[in-house]
Nanobody
Framework: QVQLVESGGGLVQPGGSLRLSCASS????????ANWYRQAPGKQRELVAA???????NYADYVKGRFTISRDNAKNTVYLQMNSLKPEDTAVYYC?????????????WGQGTQVTVSS
């Protein structure tokens, strides 16, 4: 059973930084890549950043230049470095991995970590 455990959220002032971590119980991030999503109150969950198995990265336009997704294969951990945070970045952040098996993509999610950007 795949487990994803997030950490690193909290309260930060506008312009500040946070680093989120997501640890997996196996090597799925190295093999299948990983994604970070976020969900603000009253809004749908949205993709923030993604990293593929080869290490290529993609970002939503609203975080480009401010957020960086990275991976430590030895630790089975994915990170989201968030800089220049804005109040509109306030949300619950989730890490995600999609694992294909016999033609079906299984989704795995972390429990979520709250990020609040406020003065």
């Amino acid at each position: 059973q795949v487990q994803l455990v997030e950490s690193g959220g909290g309260l930060v002032q506008p312009g500040g930084s946070l680093r989120l971590s997501c640890a997996s119980s196996g090597s799925i991030f190295r093999i299948y890549g990983a994604n970070w999503y976020r969900q603000a109150p009253g809004k749908q969950r949205e993709l923030v950043a993604a990293i593929t198995s080869s290490g290529s990265t993609n970002y939503a336009d609203y975080v480009k230049g401010r957020f960086t997704i990275s991976r430590d294969n030895a630790k089975n951990t994915v990170y989201l470095q968030m800089n220049s945070l804005k109040p509109e970045d306030t949300a619950v952040y989730y890490c995600n991995a999609r694992v294909p098996h016999l033609g079906v993509a299984y989704e795995y999610w972390g429990q979520g970590t709250q990020v609040t950007v406020s003065s």
